[in-house]
């Protein structure tokens, strides 16, 4: 039975839950955290379609600022400012400046957009995003498990994920002529072994871009055979892209010699990275800043610096994941919540802390999807300051 519970800025209805065994079948056995409760909220956030409206084209319009501000950084070598390693700057260079380095998938997190609060970006995982299970599968499962019709979401993330991949070969809208220009291009898909959920999310890329037509593999990173001149390849075959879940950052700092390595791939043309290079510096938090100062006080910016505001704010490091080496500040510098991490060396940068969507105790923060355009909202429920025990929860709208 559905039972509809009003939020202090939106609307839960208490759903009728899949049972571990539902989300196994659908390839998602991180079902439950390590506190042993349901990684799936056993809840459907319920939207109106003005509002799944506005979540689509908050995440358009900020797409295009990205790539308006990530030209002007490349402009005016602001590298050192994002905390960009040294190290990958030129395959950054390369990678932005030849169109064949497609981005093929990207995911904003933002704050408000129900209840009349206004979308607020807080930042944009254009890297190494997750969530792609549960968003484009688990909760349209879940839709249908309570008995509505799936059209009822703003969840057309699979499909859009099908037709970015053809757009790696047509570059353009337009994948009609997929079939006439596709040379049997090879895509090889990698994970680091020994992390059962990137590995599931690869492999469901992979199975979606065997569906728009490529050949595919799958192989853990260490696997993978990288060479300057050569290329890429796996168990003696070629490739000529690969997708890496490994973040650009963690390449550069922990692998450097691989860094190098890649570098000279792309320079060679004999090797594309998905996603690019560039999507590091949409990566970085310290990206907040550049759009800030290039669009002051647009609606869906927060203000951002690389110094302390005099408002309640939000200290974040330019890179992090999971909530980490993230504060909560007053207007006066002290600290109201904040979880520890690894990423301080990181720089730091200021935002002015945005009000979550907010059911009793519990804050509800959207996050939408982007594959060329924006195509797949999902939120995650948790503290005031998301970590790795928030929990998934689907939504619907409003028939």
């Given at each position: 039975?559905?039972?509809?519970?009003?939020?202090?800025?939106?609307?839960?209805?208490?759903a009728q839950p899949l049972s571990n065994a539902d989300l196994e079948e659908l390839g998602l056995p991180w079902h439950t955290d390590s506190d042993n409760t349901s990684y799936i909220c056993h809840e459907i956030v319920e939207i109106t379609q003005e509002e799944a409206q506005g979540f689509y084209d908050a995440a358009n319009t900020l797409y295009d600022m990205y790539v308006e501000a990530g030209q002007y950084v490349i402009d005016k070598n602001l590298f050192f400012e994002l905390g960009i390693p040294f190290n990958l700057v030129d395959a950054i260079k390369n990678s932005w400046e030849e169109e064949v380095h497609w981005h093929l998938y990207g995911r904003f997190d933002f704050a408000g957009g129900l209840g009349g609060n206004p979308i607020k970006l807080l930042e944009f995982n254009a890297d190494?995003?997750?969530?792609?299970?549960?968003?484009?599968?688990?909760?349209?499962?879940?839709?249908?498990?309570?008995?509505?019709?799936?059209?009822?979401?703003?969840?057309?993330?699979?499909?859009?994920?099908?037709?970015?991949?053809?757009?790696?070969?047509?570059?353009?809208?337009?994948?009609?002529?997929?079939?006439?220009?596709?040379?049997?291009?090879?895509?090889?898909?990698?994970?680091?072994?020994?992390?059962?959920?990137?590995?599931?999310?690869?492999?469901?890329?992979?199975?979606?871009?065997?569906?728009?037509?490529?050949?595919?593999?799958?192989?853990?990173?260490?696997?993978?055979?990288?060479?300057?001149?050569?290329?890429?390849?796996?168990?003696?075959?070629?490739?000529?892209?690969?997708?890496?879940?490994?973040?650009?950052?963690?390449?550069?700092?922990?692998?450097?010699?691989?860094?190098?390595?890649?570098?000279?791939?792309?320079?060679?043309?004999?090797?594309?990275?998905?996603?690019?290079?560039?999507?590091?510096?949409?990566?970085?938090?310290?990206?907040?800043?550049?759009?800030?100062?290039?669009?002051?006080?647009?609606?869906?910016?927060?203000?951002?610096?690389?110094?302390?505001?005099?408002?309640?704010?939000?200290?974040?490091?330019?890179?992090?994941?999971?909530?980490?080496?993230?504060?909560?500040?007053?207007?006066?510098?002290?600290?109201?919540?904040?979880?520890?991490?690894?990423?301080?060396?990181?720089?730091?940068?200021?935002?002015?802390?945005?009000?979550?969507?907010?059911?009793?105790?519990?804050?509800?923060?959207?996050?939408?999807?982007?594959?060329?355009?924006?195509?797949?909202?999902?939120?995650?429920?948790?503290?005031?300051?998301?970590?790795?025990?928030?929990?998934?929860?689907?939504?619907?709208?409003?028939?």
């Amino acid at each position: 039975m559905v039972q509809a519970v009003l939020g202090d800025s939106m609307q839960i209805l208490e759903a009728q839950p899949l049972s571990n065994a539902d989300l196994e079948e659908l390839g998602l056995p991180w079902h439950t955290d390590s506190d042993n409760t349901s990684y799936i909220c056993h809840e459907i956030v319920e939207i109106t379609q003005e509002e799944a409206q506005g979540f689509y084209d908050a995440a358009n319009t900020l797409y295009d600022m990205y790539v308006e501000a990530g030209q002007y950084v490349i402009d005016k070598n602001l590298f050192f400012e994002l905390g960009i390693p040294f190290n990958l700057v030129d395959a950054i260079k390369n990678s932005w400046e030849e169109e064949v380095h497609w981005h093929l998938y990207g995911r904003f997190d933002f704050a408000g957009g129900l209840g009349g609060n206004p979308i607020k970006l807080l930042e944009f995982n254009a890297d190494t995003p997750t969530l792609v299970y549960e968003t484009a599968l688990i909760q349209w499962a879940l839709l249908k498990k309570n008995g509505f019709s799936e059209s009822l979401q703003f969840n057309n993330l699979y499909e859009a994920l099908r037709e970015n991949f053809k757009r790696i070969v047509t570059l353009g809208a337009d994948t009609s002529n997929f079939d006439s220009i596709y040379e049997g291009w090879k895509i090889l898909f990698s994970s680091i072994e020994g992390n059962l959920e990137e590995e599931n999310t690869v492999r469901l890329l992979e199975v979606i871009a065997k569906e728009a037509g490529f050949q595919t593999n799958f192989c853990y990173a260490h696997e993978a055979v990288l060479d300057a001149e050569e290329g890429l390849s796996f168990q003696g075959e070629n490739y000529e892209f690969w997708f890496k879940l490994i973040p650009w950052e963690s390449i550069a700092i922990d692998e450097p010699e691989l860094a190098q390595l890649i570098t000279a791939m792309i320079q060679n043309k004999n090797t594309i990275f998905l996603n690019p290079a560039y999507t590091l510096l949409f990566q970085s938090k310290c990206f907040l800043k550049i759009l800030w100062d290039l669009f002051p006080n647009h609606p869906l910016l927060l203000e951002t610096s690389d110094h302390p505001l005099h408002i309640k704010q939000v200290k974040k490091h330019a890179f992090g994941r999971e909530g980490e080496s993230v504060s909560i500040l007053s207007a006066q510098g002290d600290v109201l919540s904040s979880k520890s991490g690894h990423y301080e060396n990181y720089p730091a940068i200021y935002q002015a802390f945005a009000q979550q969507n907010r059911h009793k105790d519990a804050f509800y923060q959207p996050n939408v999807f982007y594959a060329y355009e924006a195509c797949g909202l999902g939120f995650r429920k948790g503290g005031e300051i998301l970590d790795n025990l928030s929990k998934f929860v689907a939504h619907k709208i409003k028939s």
